[in-house]
């Protein structure tokens, strides 16, 4: 007899930490608006949509700049500070499930899908969706509730605005539903 899929939703917040707001280490444009829609998700699973995993970068490379163990900067943004009953899984690494308990404690909680916000979209959010994709887990990306920093390649600048914008895209279709946090609610 087969088991029946998952269908727990589950809200995952990614590195919505100090360090990417103003006054930070690592400063990220569209950080401050982000955070106020991943708050708007954060109350709608509060109040009974789901349960939500905190995912918090800890940097343990030599010669990090940021998100350094025991500073503010590493501490999780007020605006979606975690509850004592949320979990918080610590990461090291930009995919959130690489070397953590992350898939473990999902699929405990008997999730199917994953509605995710957090930063930065180009690296972590778009590192864990595609880990959760190939994982089995179904996901969708709050567009709005996401912000990225201008990137360069070469002698090409590329604004923030493309940097989201190019990796919401990508992620569109295969790996995620993109949404705004609007449709999501």
Do not use: W
């Amino acid at each position: 007899m087969t088991q029946p899929a998952p269908t727990q939703e589950v809200l995952l917040l990614i590195d919505i930490q100090n360090d990417y707001f103003p006054g930070g280490a690592y400063e990220v444009p569209g950080s401050a608006e982000a955070a106020r829609h991943a708050a708007e998700l954060l109350e709608a699973f509060r109040r009974g949509r789901g349960p939500v995993v905190h995912v918090q970068h800890l940097a343990v490379k030599p010669g990090a700049t940021f998100f350094l163990p025991d500073t503010p900067g590493a501490l999780i943004h007020e605006q979606v500070r975690p509850l004592p009953e949320e979990p918080v899984v610590v990461k090291h690494f930009p995919n959130s499930f690489r070397g953590t308990e992350l898939a473990g404690l999902l699929r405990g909680l008997g999730t199917g899908r994953l509605v995710l916000a957090g930063m930065m979209t180009h690296m972590c959010v778009d590192a864990t969706a595609r880990a959760a994709f190939d994982l089995g887990f179904a996901c969708t990306v709050a567009a709005d509730a996401c912000a990225a920093p201008a990137q360069a390649f070469g002698a090409v600048q590329v604004p923030a605005g493309q940097v989201h914008a190019a990796f919401l895209a990508a992620l569109a279709g295969t790996y995620a539903t993109v949404l705004p946090t609007a449709e999501l609610l």
